[in-house]
């Protein structure tokens, strides 16, 4: 089955840092664009990072403390969260477009991980 697992996340104090990781799993051979989203306790889901290639994008809440990049080898992206604040308390959702083969022709899908809880707290 194609899909996107998530791992990392848990517990961390003001200041700290996490790294999550989002890997894609079945038959999918190629990621390319991906991004990262989040949603807050009692709030929408909301957008974080994307990387496309060689370009990234952050939003304003997150610039110059998260980093997001992409092993295209092992089909993983990662989002590298330093500086951590408690209002980034939420559950953090990968995002990726998959590319997979299907009798033969090359197809393309997006995908969601199953989402996992970041808690910054004292």
């Known amino acids: 089955q194609r899909q996107l697992v998530q791992s990392g996340g848990g517990l961390v104090q003001p200041g700290g840092s996490l790294r999550l990781s989002c890997a894609a799993r079945g038959n999918i051979f190629r990621l390319n664009t991906a991004s990262w989203y989040r949603q807050p306790p009692g709030k929408q889901r909301e957008w974080v990072a994307t990387?496309?290639?060689?370009?990234?994008k952050y939003a304003d809440s997150v610039k110059g403390r998260f980093t997001i990049s992409k092993d295209n080898a092992e089909l993983t992206v990662f989002l590298q969260m330093n500086s951590l604040k408690p209002e980034d308390t939420a559950v953090y959702f990968c995002?990726?477009?998959?590319?997979?083969?299907?009798?033969?022709?090359?197809?393309?899908?997006?995908?969601w991980g199953q989402g996992t809880q970041v808690t910054v707290s004292s």
């Open positions: 990387i496309s290639g060689d370009s990234t």
């Open positions: 995002n990726a477009d998959g590319d997979f083969y299907y009798l033969g022709d090359l197809e393309e899908d997006n995908y």
